[in-house]
């Protein structure tokens, strides 16, 4: 069982942050020691004439403190992994439970304009976006929700699907693939200036500094060395130095546009190549994860090799932004131009496959985020999307926003176009919770992942919804005015030419529900029988019985029901999805239930 799984791995993970820790603790007490020994004796020999003694004293301690921070550091990131670790295994073990630990909701992704994702909740504090989301660079969470907010083509989802196959079961691979990147919170950050940077067309570098920066710094060394000797004043080397200022002046107009390109993605990348590096890794013979390696590998140095080298670069260059740095070293070394001509050196040989390597990292976590949550979720089942116009056809299909235990599943068959489910039934007994498991699973499904279904077969289309209609202060917009925007867009969308378009399939959740109940039946019908030539079909929920008479003179629509029961003056819903039209409604029971007399309404 994945909580089992998820619960033994936090455990080992706890026991081994807790083991590096302890190692951590005693590095940092033995270069105390060796700190406060190695100086010691450096005073002591200094002080018994033994200079030649106390600089190798000095020498051996500063390479043993050297040894034991290095040693320390690579302690301190298997320490903060483990940490990562731990918290992704709660992480997982609370989304079974549909709970959240990560912060990101996905918000910034969602439209009050899109066809359906403020219906089906697919973003938000309680998301489809939440509850798959395994990402944690800008390009990642770009393209996980580019997937959940459009339908893909039947070649593309099975390719994702082939590759969400090959990862579920390398758990390790992906749970250390996460943590990488949760190590480092600006990997998060959005690489576009050092894109921008990386594919600019700019003028070469004067060939001349190529020379300059070699030779001017070796005359200035060799000037300032003559004046500790004695032998140039030091004008000497103040007018070298002026001279240097003069050739840094030349570009200091373009390291200045580097640097701000470069800067805030710097720290980023030092993360970066850790998490190229494990991506280079993925096992697998599927077709995307074949290309995403193809592409990690398609250069001199491997992705991960030339982005470390790029981290390097930018570090270093940066380092100019330390006033005391630049005016100590940064002037006289010439350290601009040097930096400059390097990180042009990268941009020739690397530059035009940056953007495709973060592409195909985004690329790999989305797909990690599927197969995290097809591991995560074993019962759930692989759709067949099938290349036969509007077809819909599920077995025990289940919200996957509600815990299991709480889920009820339920199953129906939709075949072609034109088509109307119409379903009825009393308040609260599952009709709009229907709509939003069908939906929720369809978007699902079109971008790849499992799904709450024991069987899915399901053809591409445009899913669209209309269900939580609102009216607007600021438009002066009332629900219903809303609603009829809404449905405007629905019949655009359908007058589109289908030699262009996927059909489209519709959730409409009590629909007209701010007229009357004459213009109610009127519209409702109106707008069925129009959907009906189009090559869209859908669903349709209402508490207008006389819909349902639809079926007596027509065979596009289909009624289903869900109804309630009073036991023992308790009003009871088993939610499940009946043939026919509801014959029980339990309005005036819950008016009763909260006080009105309604059988003084009967006087």
Same mark, same amino acid.
């Given at each position: 069982?994945?909580?089992?799984?998820?619960?033994?791995?936090?455990?080992?993970?706890?026991?081994?942050?807790?083991?590096?820790?302890?190692?951590?603790?005693?590095?940092?007490?033995?270069?105390?020691?060796?700190?406060?020994?190695?100086? *010691? $004796?450096? =005073? /002591?020999?200094?002080? %018994?004439?033994? +200079? !030649?003694?106390? &600089?190798?004293?000095?020498? @051996?301690?500063?390479?043993?403190?050297?040894?034991?921070?290095?040693?320390?550091?690579?302690?301190?990131?298997?320490?903060?992994?483990?940490?990562?670790?731990?918290?992704?295994?709660?992480?997982?073990?609370?989304?079974?439970?549909?709970?959240?630990?990560?912060?990101?909701?996905?918000?910034?992704?969602?439209?009050?304009?899109?066809?359906?994702?403020?219906?089906?909740?697919?973003?938000?504090?309680?998301?489809?976006?939440?509850?798959?989301?395994?990402?944690?660079?800008?390009?990642?969470?770009?393209? *996980? $929700?580019? =997937? /959940?907010?459009?339908? %893909?083509?039947? +070649? !593309?989802?099975? &390719?994702?699907?082939?590759? @969400?196959?090959?990862?579920?079961?390398?758990?390790?691979?992906?749970?250390?693939?996460?943590?990488?990147?949760?190590?480092?919170?600006?990997?998060?950050?959005?690489?576009?200036?050092?894109?921008?940077?990386?594919?600019?067309?700019?003028?070469?570098?004067?060939?001349?500094?190529?020379?300059?920066?070699?030779?001017?710094?070796?005359?200035?060394?060799?000037?300032?060395?003559?004046?500790?000797?004695?032998?140039?004043?030091?004008?000497?080397?103040?007018?070298?130095?002026?001279?240097?200022?003069?050739? *840094?002046?030349?570009?200091?107009?373009?390291?200045?546009?580097?640097?701000?390109?470069?800067?805030?993605?710097?720290?980023?990348?030092?993360?970066?190549?850790?998490?190229?590096?494990?991506?280079?890794?993925?096992?697998?013979?599927?077709?995307?994860?074949?290309?995403?390696?193809?592409?990690?590998?398609?250069?001199?140095?491997?992705?991960?090799?030339?982005?470390?080298?790029?981290?390097?670069?930018?570090?270093?260059?940066?380092?100019?932004?330390?006033?005391?740095?630049?005016?100590?070293?940064?002037?006289?070394?010439?350290?601009?131009?040097?930096?400059?001509?390097?990180?042009?050196?990268?941009?020739?040989?690397?530059?035009?496959?940056?953007?495709?390597?973060?592409?195909?990292?985004?690329?790999?976590?989305?797909?990690?985020?599927?197969?995290?949550?097809?591991?995560?979720?074993?019962?759930?089942?692989?759709?067949?999307?099938?290349?036969?116009?509007?077809?819909?056809?599920?077995?025990?299909?289940?919200?996957?926003?509600?815990?299991?235990?709480?889920?009820?599943?339920?199953?129906?068959?939709?075949?072609?176009?034109?088509?109307?489910?119409?379903?009825?039934?009393?308040?609260?007994?599952?009709?709009?919770?229907?709509?939003?498991?069908?939906?929720?699973?369809?978007?699902?499904?079109?971008?790849?992942?499992?799904?709450?279904?024991?069987?899915?077969?399901?053809?591409?289309?445009?899913?669209?919804?209309?269900?939580?209609?609102?009216?607007?202060?600021?438009?002066?917009?009332?629900?219903?005015?809303?609603?009829?925007?809404?449905?405007?867009?629905?019949?655009?969308?359908?007058?589109?030419?289908?030699?262009?378009?996927?059909?489209?399939?519709?959730?409409?959740?009590?629909?007209?529900?701010?007229?009357?109940?004459?213009?109610?039946?009127?519209?409702?019908?109106?707008?069925?029988?129009?959907?009906?030539?189009?090559?869209?079909?859908?669903?349709?929920?209402?508490?207008?019985?006389?819909?349902?008479?639809?079926?007596?003179?027509?065979?596009?629509?289909?009624?289903?029901?869900?109804?309630?029961?009073?036991?023992?003056?308790?009003?009871?819903?088993?939610?499940?999805?009946?043939?026919?039209?509801?014959?029980?409604?339990?309005?005036?029971?819950?008016?009763?239930?909260?006080?009105?007399?309604?059988?003084?309404?009967?006087?």
């Amino acid at each position: 069982m994945p909580s089992e799984t998820f619960h033994q791995r936090q455990q080992e993970f706890t026991r081994a942050e807790q083991d590096a820790q302890r190692r951590y603790n005693q590095l940092a007490f033995w270069r105390l020691i060796l700190f406060a020994v190695s100086a *010691l $004796a450096v =005073w /002591l020999l200094f002080r %018994a004439d033994k +200079d !030649a003694l106390g &600089l190798g004293a000095a020498l @051996v301690g500063i390479i043993g403190f050297l040894v034991l921070l290095k040693k320390h550091q690579a302690v301190r990131r298997e320490r903060d992994l483990n940490h990562q670790l731990v918290f992704i295994n709660q992480d997982e073990a609370s989304r079974l439970k549909r709970q959240y630990l990560r912060s990101e909701t996905g918000e910034q992704f969602a439209s009050p304009t899109h066809y359906y994702t403020g219906d089906l909740d697919v973003f938000g504090k309680h998301s489809l976006f939440r509850l798959l989301n395994r990402t944690h660079t800008h390009e990642g969470q770009n393209r *996980l $929700a580019k =997937w /959940l907010k459009a339908t %893909a083509s039947p +070649d !593309a989802i099975h &390719l994702r699907q082939l590759a @969400v196959t090959d990862l579920k079961p390398q758990l390790d691979w992906r749970q250390q693939f996460e943590a990488l990147a949760n190590l480092e919170p600006t990997v998060g950050q959005s690489p576009e200036k050092l894109v921008q940077w990386a594919t600019a067309d700019v003028a070469p570098l004067s060939a001349y500094l190529n020379i300059v920066r070699f030779v001017f710094p070796a005359v200035t060394l060799g000037l300032f060395s003559a004046w500790l000797m004695g032998l140039v004043p030091g004008l000497a080397v103040l007018a070298a130095l002026a001279i240097h200022g003069l050739v *840094l002046s030349q570009v200091s107009a373009r390291v200045k546009e580097v640097s701000e390109q470069t800067f805030d993605m710097a720290t980023a990348l030092g993360a970066f190549w850790n998490l190229v590096k494990q991506a280079e890794l993925v096992k697998g013979d599927a077709l995307r994860l074949t290309a995403i390696r193809n592409v990690l590998a398609d250069n001199e140095l491997p992705a991960s090799a030339a982005i470390r080298q790029l981290a390097n670069l930018t570090e270093g260059l940066n380092f100019r932004r330390n006033p005391y740095f630049y005016l100590f070293f940064g002037i006289a070394s010439l350290w601009d131009i040097h930096y400059l001509f390097r990180l042009e050196g990268w941009r020739k040989t690397y530059g035009p496959a940056l953007s495709h390597w973060f592409s195909a990292l985004g690329e790999l976590e989305a797909l990690n985020s599927l197969a995290g949550f097809a591991y995560a979720h074993p019962s759930y089942v692989t759709p067949d999307i099938v290349d036969v116009p509007l077809t819909l056809d599920f077995t025990s299909a289940a919200h996957p926003l509600l815990p299991p235990e709480r889920s009820i599943a339920n199953s129906l068959r939709l075949q072609g176009a034109g088509k109307t489910i119409l379903i009825t039934g009393s308040n609260m007994s599952g009709k709009s919770t229907f709509l939003r498991t069908v939906g929720t699973n369809v978007v699902l499904a079109l971008a790849g992942a499992v799904v709450s279904s024991e069987k899915f077969k399901c053809s591409p289309m445009r899913v669209f919804t209309s269900m939580r209609t609102q009216d607007s202060l600021e438009e002066s917009t009332s629900s219903f005015y809303a609603e009829l925007k809404r449905l405007q867009t629905l019949i655009k969308l359908t007058q589109q030419s289908p030699d262009e378009q996927l059909p489209v399939l519709y959730f409409l959740d009590e629909i007209l529900k701010g007229t009357n109940s004459a213009d109610r039946h009127r519209g409702a019908e109106a707008l069925i029988r129009q959907l009906h030539h189009t090559t869209a079909s859908g669903f349709v929920s209402t508490h207008d019985l006389e819909l349902g008479q639809l079926t007596d003179a027509d065979t596009f629509v289909r009624n289903y029901h869900f109804q309630s029961d009073l036991e023992d003056g308790q009003l009871v819903f088993d939610y499940k999805l009946r043939d026919g039209i509801c014959k029980s409604f339990n309005a005036s029971q819950l008016m009763q239930a909260i006080g009105i007399d309604m059988a003084g309404a009967q006087k």
